[in-house]
Each structure stands twice: as C-alpha cells, then as structure tokens.
C-alpha cells in the first residue's frame, strides 16, 4: 500500500516561508537540498512524518499565479479554538471558525489561513484517527 510522505508547493519568499510555517504549525527544516537553478526544502514537526516541501525557483521575482486548480492543504489541531486565538496573537490573521454541518450531522470546527504566497490551509479540530471530528 502506498503511504503520501509529502506535498510540494513552490513559494517566493523563502525567508517569509520558513517563518510562517514554523509560526503557525512548528514546521522546521528537516532537510535541503540546493541545485543549480532551484532548492527543495523539507519542513516536518514532531506530531508526522508526513513533510512539506517549499520549491525555491532562484531568481524568481514574480509571484506563482496559484490558478484556479489549487485547494488547500490541511492540519489538525487538539483545540481548534485556541490555535485561532495563537495565531491571531501571532499576527496571522487566521479567517474566523466555522462549524461544518452535514444536514443535522456536526461535522466538526475549522478555519482557514493564508500564507505568505497565497495557499490556504485548513486547521480542523482533530477527532478520531482519519476524521477530523
């Protein structure tokens, strides 16, 4: 069976990356690796193994167009009512908490956050294993 290790997504500002992502999720750098005209940087935390790699194009100045095709990545968090209140504290400006219904059914808590290249990721109260609730 195969098993997801990461997600790649490219990003401009490696410095403005690094900080967010260790801000917001306690993601440090695990590994880099420089080539010629790029650099793959893997960020991981203590709570997986499952890692996110930031693309650094060298001598990109302009903005990624993040189209119409992106959707979001996705973390989970013990209490999703005090992270928001962290990272707004932290200057993250996290979207307002929702909670998700299907019919009657609660589905569970989350907000969003943008970073700083413009992908949304989505905090959702964490549940049971593979659910969010």
Do not use: W
Request: charged share 25%; with cysteine; hydrophobic share 45%.
């Amino acid at each position: 069976m195969a098993r997801m290790i990461h997600s790649m997504i490219r990003v401009l500002d490696e410095a403005a990356s690094l900080a967010f992502y260790e801000t917001a999720f306690g993601l440090k750098v695990a590994d880099r690796l420089v080539f010629d005209s790029f650099s793959l940087i893997y960020l991981s935390n203590d709570e997986q193994t499952f890692e996110l790699e930031l693309t650094v194009n060298h001598g990109r100045t302009k903005p990624y167009d993040l189209g119409d095709g992106y959707g979001h990545l996705a973390v989970s968090v013990a209490d999703v009512d005090a992270e928001h209140a962290r990272l707004t504290k932290a200057g993250l400006a996290p979207l307002a908490v929702k909670d998700m219904a299907c019919g009657e059914r609660f589905v569970g808590r989350f907000f969003f956050i943008t970073d700083p290249d413009g992908y949304k990721i989505e905090v959702l109260q964490r549940g049971k294993p593979g659910r969010f609730i």
